[in-house]
């Protein structure tokens, strides 16, 4: 029963860096999302998808890639990493109901 | 967007207290969810409420959603209800959260 697993937990880049934080879910959610989370500004969505092949926009996508080639993952892909993407990721899968359910996040430094 | 506003943004109680926190949307509340981020870190499911009422043991929540508003109830409150409550609600396919209760309990 592993619900929406996030890996990796802690990562530290240096600026420039690429690296792809890994989403999978087992519930066969439709609708997966990131958020990241820095302190005192809640959880802004980065980027969601409906469905296998499809993904969109959310408040903040800038610096950030997504896709979504099965139902279980969706990866998150930072290609040059900057300072300002220090901060604690979040991924959610979501059923038809509407109802969010979060992986334990993934904290990233970026010196 | 939604604009999503908590109430209090901090709040300190003794151990058994009771209390209440609010959550205001600007728009059509859909998906309302309140959350619990504990101290580690991780965000917990307390309630999928888009209206009415529902109960949960010593926490319950009441959605009006017609008035866009959500209240959380924390009744006798223990040291392990301590870390941030986030609401949320979306519009379409974007969810949008507050910025959160932080709840401090001391025994």
């Known amino acids: 029963n592993a619900g929406v697993t996030q890996t990796p937990k802690f990562q530290v880049l240096k600026t420039g860096q690429s690296m792809t934080l890994q989403c999978a879910q087992d519930?066969?959610?439709?609708?997966m999302s990131w958020y990241r989370q820095d302190p005192g500004m809640g959880l802004r969505l980065i980027h969601y998808?409906?469905?296998?092949?499809?993904?969109d926009q959310g408040e903040v996508p800038n610096g950030y890639n997504v896709s979504r080639s099965t139902t279980e993952d969706f990866p998150l892909r930072l290609l040059s990493a900057a300072p300002s993407q220090t901060s604690v990721y979040f991924c959610?899968?979501?059923?038809?109901?509407?109802?969010?359910?979060f992986g334990e996040g993934s904290r990233l430094t970026v010196l | 967007g939604i604009q999503v506003e908590q109430s209090p943004p901090d709040l300190i109680l003794q151990e058994g207290a009771n209390s209440t926190l609010r959550c205001n949307f600007s728009?059509?509340?859909?998906?309302l969810q309140w959350f619990h981020q504990n101290p580690w870190g991780q965000l917990i499911n307390l309630f999928y409420?888009?209206?009415g009422t529902k109960q949960n043991g010593r926490l319950s929540a009441t959605t009006v959603a017609t008035e866009r508003y959500s209240l959380l109830y924390i009744s006798s409150s223990q040291t392990t209800d301590s870390g941030v409550y986030f609401c949320?609600?979306?519009?379409?396919?974007?969810?949008?959260f507050g910025t959160g209760t932080s709840l401090t309990v001391i025994p």
């Open positions: 728009d059509s509340v859909n998906n």
């Open positions: 409420i888009p209206s």
């Open positions: 959610a899968s979501g059923g038809g109901g509407g109802e969010l359910f």
């Open positions: 949320a609600s979306n519009t379409g396919n974007q969810f949008y």
């Open positions: 998808s409906v469905g296998a092949g499809i993904t």
């Open positions: 519930m066969n959610h439709e609708y």
